[in-house]
Nanobody, 125 residues
Protein backbone atom coordinates (compact mmCIF):
# COMPACT_ATOMS: atom_id res chain seq x y z
CA UNK A 1 0.00 0.00 0.00
CA UNK A 2 1.47 3.31 -1.10
CA UNK A 3 1.57 6.04 1.50
CA UNK A 4 2.87 9.60 1.41
CA UNK A 5 3.06 11.29 4.78
CA UNK A 6 3.82 15.01 5.02
CA UNK A 7 5.16 16.72 8.12
CA UNK A 8 6.74 20.00 9.16
CA UNK A 9 3.86 22.40 8.70
CA UNK A 10 2.91 24.97 11.28
CA UNK A 11 2.47 28.62 12.12
CA UNK A 12 5.27 31.02 11.28
CA UNK A 13 5.64 34.79 11.03
CA UNK A 14 6.17 36.49 7.70
CA UNK A 15 9.81 36.35 6.72
CA UNK A 16 10.34 33.09 8.57
CA UNK A 17 11.23 29.60 7.36
CA UNK A 18 9.82 26.10 7.49
CA UNK A 19 10.94 22.76 6.12
CA UNK A 20 8.35 20.29 4.95
CA UNK A 21 9.06 16.59 4.60
CA UNK A 22 7.20 13.90 2.73
CA UNK A 23 8.05 10.28 3.47
CA UNK A 24 6.96 7.69 0.94
CA UNK A 25 6.36 4.04 1.68
CA UNK A 26 4.89 1.00 0.00
CA UNK A 27 7.22 0.98 -2.97
CA UNK A 28 10.43 2.60 -4.23
CA UNK A 29 9.98 6.08 -5.64
CA UNK A 30 13.53 6.88 -6.68
CA UNK A 31 12.65 6.80 -10.41
CA UNK A 32 9.66 9.10 -10.13
CA UNK A 33 9.11 12.81 -10.05
CA UNK A 34 7.99 14.06 -6.66
CA UNK A 35 6.35 17.44 -6.27
CA UNK A 36 4.70 19.77 -3.83
CA UNK A 37 1.32 21.39 -4.42
CA UNK A 38 -0.66 23.71 -2.22
CA UNK A 39 -4.26 24.72 -1.81
CA UNK A 40 -5.44 27.86 -0.07
CA UNK A 41 -9.05 28.27 1.12
CA UNK A 42 -11.35 29.00 -1.79
CA UNK A 43 -8.63 28.43 -4.37
CA UNK A 44 -7.64 25.62 -6.68
CA UNK A 45 -4.74 23.36 -5.90
CA UNK A 46 -1.58 24.74 -7.47
CA UNK A 47 1.85 23.37 -8.30
CA UNK A 48 4.67 24.68 -6.12
CA UNK A 49 7.84 22.74 -6.93
CA UNK A 50 8.95 19.43 -8.39
CA UNK A 51 12.10 17.33 -8.54
CA UNK A 52 13.02 14.57 -10.95
CA UNK A 53 13.75 11.04 -9.83
CA UNK A 54 17.51 11.57 -9.86
CA UNK A 55 17.17 14.88 -8.06
CA UNK A 56 19.09 16.74 -10.74
CA UNK A 57 16.16 18.56 -12.30
CA UNK A 58 13.92 20.91 -10.37
CA UNK A 59 11.13 23.26 -11.34
CA UNK A 60 9.35 25.97 -9.38
CA UNK A 61 6.32 28.10 -9.84
CA UNK A 62 7.27 31.74 -10.30
CA UNK A 63 5.88 32.91 -6.98
CA UNK A 64 8.27 30.74 -4.95
CA UNK A 65 11.36 30.81 -7.18
CA UNK A 66 14.34 31.91 -5.12
CA UNK A 67 12.53 31.43 -1.80
CA UNK A 68 11.77 27.70 -1.79
CA UNK A 69 14.09 24.77 -2.46
CA UNK A 70 12.95 21.25 -3.23
CA UNK A 71 15.24 18.29 -2.67
CA UNK A 72 15.02 14.56 -2.15
CA UNK A 73 16.82 11.74 -0.42
CA UNK A 74 16.19 8.57 -2.40
CA UNK A 75 17.79 6.39 0.25
CA UNK A 76 14.99 7.50 2.55
CA UNK A 77 12.27 7.86 -0.11
CA UNK A 78 11.73 11.36 1.20
CA UNK A 79 11.24 14.72 -0.50
CA UNK A 80 11.73 18.05 1.24
CA UNK A 81 10.56 21.59 0.67
CA UNK A 82 12.68 24.23 2.36
CA UNK A 83 10.61 27.40 2.49
CA UNK A 84 12.14 30.77 3.26
CA UNK A 85 11.09 34.42 3.25
CA UNK A 86 7.57 33.22 3.83
CA UNK A 87 4.67 35.51 3.01
CA UNK A 88 1.06 35.46 4.20
CA UNK A 89 0.03 34.44 0.67
CA UNK A 90 2.00 31.20 1.14
CA UNK A 91 -0.64 30.11 3.65
CA UNK A 92 -2.18 26.87 2.41
CA UNK A 93 -2.38 23.16 2.89
CA UNK A 94 0.71 21.68 1.26
CA UNK A 95 0.55 18.28 -0.42
CA UNK A 96 3.27 16.06 -1.82
CA UNK A 97 2.57 13.98 -4.89
CA UNK A 98 4.24 11.37 -7.08
CA UNK A 99 4.15 11.17 -10.88
CA UNK A 100 5.01 7.71 -12.25
CA UNK A 101 5.33 8.77 -15.89
CA UNK A 102 9.18 8.97 -15.84
CA UNK A 103 9.07 12.22 -17.82
CA UNK A 104 9.86 15.81 -17.06
CA UNK A 105 8.45 17.57 -14.03
CA UNK A 106 4.83 18.38 -14.82
CA UNK A 107 2.64 20.94 -13.12
CA UNK A 108 -0.90 19.60 -13.67
CA UNK A 109 -2.31 17.85 -10.62
CA UNK A 110 -4.26 15.31 -12.69
CA UNK A 111 -0.99 13.84 -13.93
CA UNK A 112 0.04 12.74 -10.44
CA UNK A 113 -0.74 9.25 -9.20
CA UNK A 114 -0.22 9.36 -5.46
CA UNK A 115 -0.98 12.08 -2.93
CA UNK A 116 -0.33 12.71 0.72
CA UNK A 117 -2.93 13.94 3.19
CA UNK A 118 -1.50 17.45 3.41
CA UNK A 119 0.08 19.62 6.08
CA UNK A 120 -1.09 23.10 7.02
CA UNK A 121 1.26 26.06 6.65
CA UNK A 122 0.06 29.34 8.11
CA UNK A 123 2.09 32.54 7.71
CA UNK A 124 1.05 35.44 9.89
CA UNK A 125 1.68 39.05 8.93
Amino acid sequence: QVQLVESGGGLVQAGGSLRLSCAASGRTFSAYTMSWFRQAPGKEREFVAGVSGSGTNTFYTDSVEGRFTISRDNAKDTVYLQMGSLKPEDTAVYYCAVDRSLGVVVTESYQYDYWGQGTQVTVSS
